[in-house]
């Protein structure tokens, strides 16, 4: 029988949340449970083990029903290795539905919140390569990519890949996300004003749309440049002709179901049959 985990709510900062995720604690078990599927855990014999992040500051984040987790750390000791000062996400395992692209980007925004800037060293992860690549199209550390991190050239003493991101290629990476945020919200604020029958707020709704696909063709040439392989996917908004269409009285057109449902606007458009 499944049992469904339960958030201990003295312990997990449910005020502390950055979309999907929540502020957790290192005794938080569920956790555990959940890193214990990671093949870093398997691997080297820690499975059970309550030590299951690492000495010095730990941000730990899960979401709701722990079906994800993620840590970053940073120490006030030099790393062993050649990334002098940098953070790390020592442990992610993602088996929710969201896309692990998407949950690494809110994690990092929770991070910077959460520790502030990144030091000049920047943030890195490793991924062994053997072990990614047996369940992920033999394509380790995608995610982390399309997430604005850049694969390394050297890899670790135990032969992991290090993947590495700096404050700058973050702060692009979150500009274009929050972009992506507002693209989503000005097109379901497109179909609130239909529905709602204003079709003047539609217009703006959809002209502001269209500008932040504007903004978004730069980012994404900033990215390019850069190197960065992190822009979101999104559909774009209904064009003015497409709202023009929906809302001429006039029209004699027959607009296609599956039009509509392509352009977004399929539920307003119901909302005007039904009256």
């Given amino acids: 029988m499944h049992i469904q985990p ?3 709510l ?3 900062q449910t005020d502390r949340t950055y979309g999907s995720w929540i502020v957790s604690y290192k005794g938080d078990q569920d956790c555990r449970k959940l890193a214990d599927r990671h093949y870093n855990r398997i691997k080297y014999g820690t499975v059970g083990s309550p030590h299951w992040t690492r000495p010095g500051d730990n941000l730990i984040l899960r979401n709701a029903d722990c079906t994800a987790v993620w840590v970053s750390w940073r120490s006030k000791y030099k790393r062993k290795d050649s990334y002098g000062y940098a953070w790390e996400n020592v442990i992610f395992r993602n088996e929710s539905t969201q896309l692990s692209s998407e949950l690494i980007k809110m994690a990092m925004f929770a991070t910077v919140k959460e520790f502030g800037e990144l030091p000049h060293d920047g943030f890195i992860t490793y991924i062994d390569s053997e072990e990614v690549g047996t369940t992920h199209n033999h394509n380790p550390g995608y995610c982390y990519l399309k997430s604005g991190f850049v694969k390394q050239p050297k890899k670790s003493s135990k032969g992991l890949i290090c993947y590495k991101t700096d404050q ?4 692009l990476v979150l500009k274009e996300m929050g972009v992506v945020y507002y693209l989503e919200y000005c097109k379901h604020m497109i ?27 730069d980012l994404r040439e900033e990215m390019k440049n850069k190197n960065l392989k992190a822009w979101s996917s999104f559909s774009n908004p209904c064009t003015k002709l497409d709202l023009h269409m929906v809302t001429d009285p006039y029209c004699t057109w027959h607009i296609e179901d599956e039009y509509l449902k392509a352009i977004g606007l399929a539920e307003a458009f119901e909302s005007f049959e039904e009256e």
Avoid: C, S, T
Wanted: hydrophobic residues 55%; negative net charge; proline residues 0%.
């Fill in 168 to 171: 700058a290629a973050l702060d």
């Fill in 6 to 8: 339960m958030l201990d």
């Fill in 191 to 217: 179909v609130v004003a239909l529905r709602d029958g204003d079709f003047m707020e539609a217009e703006w709704f959809q002209e502001e749309a269209e500008n932040q696909l504007e903004i978004l063709a």
């Fill in 10 to 12: 003295a312990e997990v």
